[in-house]
């Protein structure tokens, strides 16, 4: 854990590691090593990023070029030893230092009770302290800590022997690579807990996986473990896993730290140490009861956190106590888990419906009879592909099982094959479209079936709603029904329709006050200044997504621009590769999107980027500052943000790229240094107040 001084500190270091090296090579590399960790340490434990992206990127690289240089100077804690080297063939096995062990269960207050009883049994006292934290729905890992090192991390394989696979581990940015575990005189640690994947990353995963034709992963669980049995680490670092750590399960040390006797403690401790375990989370109760109604009030929440939640782990706080219990050969009898209901139902398959998607995708859809599953009734699940049916072996009129994580799409985890009787009918795919009739197609690379027909009806009613979504134009009250009932009504015909409705027409159908009206017509208004990447991401080209579309409109000044970009142009983008290259060349190189793209602008759409069309017209654009010594005017962090604001920027340190340094009272070594240099304009405050054009 940082201090509020040390954050201070290493902020200030970060900011000026970005603007000049020190002189000292093994300095700058320590020194960038720290304001990495650091930066990390708040982006994926604290969920409060530091530094801008690009800012973040530029101190790695600069570590990842120094290192290059000088190889002497790489050590396994360095933060660019998170980027994978080589693909490794498989994993060896390693054998645990103590068997990672299960938990018991328990469903109901009536079993936690009896597991209260056999607690104070074993412990021989009636007084004991529960700690109570949720049970993650993810992969356990083990890591191992020599001397404040990571050196292996390991899955649970059966509990006594693991996968050792270090080097995804140190892909998982939470992890800290290195801690001070020596100021506690700890030698070697063990530490435990589950690699989890965010529900919004998942998410984000799957509608990746869902552009580029590929089946989803069924849930975050199974996405967590198989990503980190990925044989190419760059590949794991691109999922974005995160970590949550909430055991010791070993350590040794000269005399016993402080910290290490209640389990509360412990994980306090390890939060200190920069690891990710769950302090928030966790709450002390004196007696079974309060945990009971603890555990009750709880499920109501489970679906708040950002990642998955199966439950709740009760465990005996004090490690004297846990110690006196022992084990059995299964589980800790000092620590249980309290499942929550389960989110898996049984029903039966109906039929299978065929979905026409805005890409011309052809998705098959189980239609299912109506089933409760967790607060949600399910009747509809969609299939994704051929593959995925044949796969699972699913049939008309088979018995499914069916679950919902979470927030999670409700799946098919697979048939009940055994309750079959012989009157279960193949699922037969079609040949055309079941809109327009087209006769459907199938890329050989492609597991879906697809609709070529562009005018398709199927596929223009998607593609505006798209265009529409949230997360695109964002355009409220629109909905799917209304383009579907504009569409077919003739009153919208395609994207740009959208900002010609004829509302006259529209307030003759039933069911639209003059103030819906109103709220549509305001809402399609607001979404002409929507920013340049929605728009991108709302025109629905193959394989951009909502990331893709930033990086396509952060590297343009106006749509157009995207015109000209040549296949080398749009590889040399941030993750752009050869299959968006292609889709994106094809889009902007196709009459019919040009055309569209012309009757935006015509509607009035933004399309500029203008983040980064603005500054360049702002007052200090292109010119670099720097504050030193005490304002009396202004407090420096107003200052920098009026710099930014009117499109100049703000270095860390005095170097030749400073183009202001602006000095209060009693500046030092910056001033200085700037005399110096004697490229550096000198500034008072009232003289940047002016130049800033504050004055008069
Ligand atoms: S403690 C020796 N705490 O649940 C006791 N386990 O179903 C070690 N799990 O194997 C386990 N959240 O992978 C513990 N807060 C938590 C947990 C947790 C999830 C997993 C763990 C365990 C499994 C048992």
């Not at 505006?464 to 009250?477: G, L, V």
């Not at 396509?552 to 050869?578: C, K, Q, S």
């Not at 500029?608 to 702002?618: D, L, R």
């Not at 790229?657 to 700037?674: H, I, Q, R």
Request: with cysteine.
């Amino acid at each position: 854990m940082y201090t509020a001084q040390d954050e201070q500190r290493l902020y200030q270091q970060a900011k000026t590691l970005l603007s000049a090296d020190s002189s000292n090579l093994e300095e700058t590399i320590q020194q960038l090593r720290e304001v990495i960790n650091y930066a990390d340490w708040k982006y994926y434990v604290q969920s409060e990023p530091v530094l801008a992206d690009f800012e973040y990127d530029t101190l790695f690289k600069k570590l990842t070029h120094l290192e290059g240089q000088y190889p002497e100077h790489v050590s396994a804690d360095s933060p660019t030893q998170r980027v994978a080297k080589g693909l490794s063939e498989r994993f060896p096995t390693v054998s645990h230092l103590v068997p990672m062990l299960s938990l018991d269960n328990t469903y109901n207050a009536d079993d936690l009770l009896d597991w209260d009883r056999k607690c104070k049994e074993f412990a021989g006292t009636e007084n004991i302290e529960y700690c109570v934290e949720p049970k993650y729905d993810g992969a356990s890992i083990s890591l191992i800590y020599e001397n404040g090192t990571l050196v292996r991390g390991a899955t649970r394989g059966d509990g006594v022997m693991g996968e050792e696979i270090t080097t995804n581990i140190r892909q998982i940015r939470s992890i800290p690579l290195s801690a001070a575990f020596a100021k506690s005189n700890v030698n070697q640690i063990e530490i435990r807990g589950e690699v989890v994947i965010h529900k919004d990353v998942f998410a984000e995963y799957n509608a990746q996986r869902a552009a580029e034709g590929l089946a989803p992963l069924a849930n975050p669980r199974n996405a967590a473990s198989g990503t980190l049995r990925i044989l190419d680490p760059k590949e794991v670092s691109k999922r974005k896993l995160s970590a949550i750590l909430y055991h010791i399960s070993y350590y040794t040390s000269d005399g016993t730290p402080d910290m290490l006797h209640t389990h509360y403690d412990s994980l306090n401790w390890l939060y200190q140490l920069g690891f990710p375990t769950p302090v928030k989370e966790m709450k002390r109760f004196n007696n079974i009861n309060d945990v009971i109604n603890y555990c009750a009030e709880f499920e109501q929440h489970r679906d708040d956190l950002a990642y998955e939640v199966d439950g709740l782990v009760i465990k005996v706080n004090s490690f004297d106590m846990q110690d006196k219990m022992g084990m059995t050969s299964h589980h800790p009898r000092w620590a249980v888990a309290y499942k929550f209901k389960a989110r898996q139902a049984t029903s039966k398959l109906l039929r299978v419906e065929f979905q026409v998607g805005r890409t011309g995708s052809v998705t098959p859809v189980a239609k299912i009879e109506p089933v409760p599953i967790g607060g949600v009734t399910v009747s509809s699940i969609s299939l994704f592909n051929e593959d995925v049916v044949r796969e699972k072996d699913l049939h008309i009129g088979d018995t499914v099982l069916v679950e919902r994580a979470g927030d999670v799409i409700p799946y098919i985890v697979k048939p009940l094959s055994e309750l079959r009787n012989g009157t279960e009918e193949d699922i037969v795919f079609p040949t055309h479209c079941p809109i327009c009739n087209e006769a459907l197609e199938k890329p050989e690379e492609e597991a879906v079936w697809r609709c070529i027909n562009i005018s398709c009806p199927a596929q223009v009613v998607e593609r505006i709603i798209h265009f529409a979504s949230k997360d695109a134009m964002d355009i409220r009250n629109m909905g799917d029904a209304n383009v579907r009932k504009f569409y077919e009504l003739g009153l919208l015909k395609n994207i740009p329709g959208i900002y010609t409705i004829n509302w006259e027409e529209v307030a003759k159908l039933g069911g639209f006050g003059s103030k819906s009206i109103t709220n549509l017509q305001t809402a399609i208004d607001n979404s002409k200044q929507q920013p340049l990447n929605r728009v991108i991401y709302g025109l629905g080209i193959r394989h951009v997504g909502e990331t893709m579309a930033k990086t396509l409109a952060n590297a343009v000044d106006h749509i157009r621009d995207l015109y000209d970009y040549t296949e080398e142009m749009l590889l040399a983008l941030e993750d752009v590769g050869p299959k968006v290259a292609a889709t994106v060349m094809h889009f902007f190189h196709t009459p019919e999107n040009r055309h569209m793209i012309d009757l935006l602008e015509q509607a009035g759409v933004n399309l500029t980027n203008q983040k980064k069309a603005a500054p360049a017209s702002g007052e200090l654009a292109g010119k670099t500052f720097l504050f030193t010594g005490t304002l009396s005017r202004f407090k420096r962090s107003d200052a920098e943000a009026l710099v930014e604001e009117k499109g100049g920027s703000i270095l860390g340190g005095v170097s030749s790229k400073l183009n202001y340094l602006v000095v209060g009272e009693d500046a030092g070594s910056k001033l200085e240094k700037a005399k110096k240099l004697g490229t550096v304009a000198i500034l008072t405050e009232e003289e940047f107040m002016s130049l800033a054009g504050l004055n008069g």
